[in-house]
């Protein structure tokens, strides 16, 4: 199993940055592509963005592209994903997720969740 636990979540006006860090601990982290997905009340779970075991390729949806930035780093064992120009219609719960594969993107399945953490951003 591979536990995730997000954290950087909270509370930002409009046009203000938030980075948020997803901790992988459990099994090895190694060859596992990992995203991000949010979902904000009353909608699906969205896909936000994804990144390759070799940190290569990254994949973002349109709505976050040029804004967010997802990067990880295997010491320690962390996925962050840095939040810039926030807009409140990215308020959300913002979910870690990784799977039993070197390669993601938004129409992969992944394995493993997160528990959330909450992203509010007011106008």
């Known amino acids: 199993q591979v536990q995730l636990l997000e954290s950087g979540g909270g509370l930002v006006q409009a046009g203000g940055s938030l980075r948020l860090s997803c901790a992988a601990s459990?099994?090895?982290?190694?060859?596992?592509?990992m995203a991000w997905f949010r979902q904000a009340p009353g909608k699906e779970r969205e896909f936000v963005a994804a990144?390759?075991?070799?940190?290569?390729?990254?994949y973002y949806a349109d709505s976050v592209k040029g804004r967010f930035t997802i990067s990880r780093d295997s010491a320690p064992n962390t996925v962050t994903l840095q939040m810039d120009i926030l807009k409140p219609e990215d308020t959300a719960v913002y979910y870690c997720?990784?799977?039993?594969?070197?390669?993601?993107?938004?129409?992969?399945?992944?394995?493993?969740w997160g528990q959330g953490t909450q992203v509010t951003v007011s106008s």
């Open positions: 997720a990784a799977r039993n594969s070197p390669i993601g993107g938004p129409g992969a399945v992944y394995d493993y």
């Open positions: 459990g099994r090895t982290f190694s060859n596992r592509a």
């Open positions: 990144i390759s075991w070799s940190a290569r390729p990254t």
